[in-house]
């Protein structure tokens, strides 16, 4: 029956042709350099004589080439090992990936699923030397990156030991940025004394008032005062993140985060295919790494320690209220009503519940988007968990879904599987078609040709079978 199918599929068909970009940053994304890219990679492939369906573009927008978890290269690779690809476009192979290593095998699991790469820049040989040289090229390219990225990382320390505001990144919220050609010659900090009065009574209302970061977020827009994004809503992050700041109180600081390698996490955002865009996340640093900047002061130290117990305070406050609390459904529930999440809530004693996120008013600025009541979570959790304890007291119950599900799917006709097999014979025979041209011409001789043509028939046996 299966050799029926594959007699159906196994007529010759038109090569199908993807084209891979990549930009490692959003920034580049915005300038546009993904479409140069695939303008560039579009014509060579109809220079080519081939047409490129749009579901065959894999681009990455503003991931790292550093590593090989991404979106559009892992579905672009899926497709490969189905061998529903014949040729890959690529502008170089810095854009394949950045390391030598992961080169060298995307191209090997390119190759050994009969999918061709074709680099713009260079042709890429059939010759033992041709694939010395195009590792050689990735090893002194990976290298030449880690010299350049350590000679940075040093150069921005020791101006950093100098003093020089130059190393650090866009001035905070309060400040205008002095570039070097602006400030003749020495970037700085400029107090911008509208935003820096904002500043100055946000610190107020934390370090003498004592108010919580979702009072001052409320109060801020009672006043109709903008974020510093220009929107008419504070967040609480925004404003922790300021109340930290030390250049508010005249010392910023190089060097307050460190990257460390990805980890996958827990529970990612729902919406989220949990892949990073970049193979390392910030975490803060120790304290004995940072170096401190003087720039121009906008609250005094004082204000800023007062500010700092303050935080210090509701901290502890927090982790003693939670202190023991757990919640088996977290981030699994969601909301039927408004399809928000739902998450724990602690409000006051030992009750505890989950609460969609569309019920909060201080994420909506103010404004509930869901009236869905809270669920206690004893009782949800015990319904659960009652239920998955007789899930798996019973395991046929578990024999009889699985069964279920395997025959939906043994229901339904594995076309892609036959597709991906009637690519195969097809390549098979056109591989067994060159090489008879090349024995014909005169190209290639006998003692060459009769093992290699046994190797290819005993492919396209392997593919009918």
Known sequence: MRTQHLRAVSTPQTLQVALYARVSSDQQAERHTIDSQLAELTAQAVQDGHCIRNDLRFIDNGHSGASLIRPALERLRDLVALSAIDLVYVQSPDRLARSYAHQVLLLEEFTHAGTQVIFLNRPIGTTPEDSLLLQLQGMFAEYERAKVLERSRRGKRHRAQTGAVSVLTR???????????????????????????IVRQIFTWVGHERLTLAAVCRR????????????????????HTMLRNPAYAGQAVYGRRQCVPWQPPLHPPRGHDGLPR?????????????????????????????????LEENRKRNRERLAGVQYLLRGLLVCQKCGYGFTGYHPYGPWRYYRCCGTDRTRFHGERRCDARLVAVDRLDEAVWSEVYRLLDDPTRVIEEYQRRLDAIQATPHQLELDALGRQLAKARRAIERLIDSYTEGLIEKPEFEPRLTGLASERWRALL
Do not use: C, M
């Open 278 to 310: 970049k193979p390392y996340r910030q975490v803060p640093a120790a304290a004995e790494r940072h170096i401190s900047i003087a720039v121009p002061a906008i609250i005094d130290e004082d204000l800023f320690a007062s500010v700092a117990e303050r």
């Open 220 to 239: 801020l827009r009672h006043n109709a005062i903008a974020s510093p994004s220009g929107q008419p809503h504070w967040s609480r992050t925004v404003i």
């Open 171 to 197: 001035a905070p919220f309060g400040y205008h940025y002095i570039t070097r050609e602006a400030g003749g010659g020495a970037a700085r900090y400029e107090i911008d004394e509208e935003a820096a009065r």
